[in-house]
Nanobody, 113 residues
């Protein structure tokens, strides 16, 4: 059974940083595109960043460009999301996905004073 487990969320002040990790088990991520999505309270889930299998193509939601960085380590079967200059509007549950078909349980990021 394929599983994705996110970690690294928490409470951070505006301007702070967090690094999310998504560890996969039961399947190698190397052949899949991987992505991070988020869902804020009362809002629909939205794409934050995606990365192709060989890291050749990376795309970001406009509002996180220059602040967030997605990366992957296929040898460790893990995907990361480095988030800098966090703002209150970044508050959400962040989900990792493998190819859009397997999803993690999410990790909560709260940006607040």
């Amino acid at each position: 059974q394929v599983q994705l487990v996110e970690s690294g969320g928490g409470l951070v002040q505006p301007g702070g940083s967090l690094r999310l990790s998504c560890a996969a088990s039961g399947s190698a991520i190397s052949i899949y595109w991987m992505g991070w999505y988020r869902q804020a309270p009362g809002k629909q889930r939205e794409l934050v960043a995606i990365i192709t299998s060989n890291s050749g193509t990376i795309n970001y939601k406009d509002s996180v460009k220059g602040r967030f960085t997605i990366s992957r380590d296929n040898a460790r079967n893990t995907v990361y999301l480095q988030m800098n200059s966090l703002q209150p509007e970044d508050t959400a549950v962040y989900y990792c996905t493998m190819g859009g078909t397997v999803w993690g349980q999410g990790t909560l990021v709260t940006v607040s004073e």
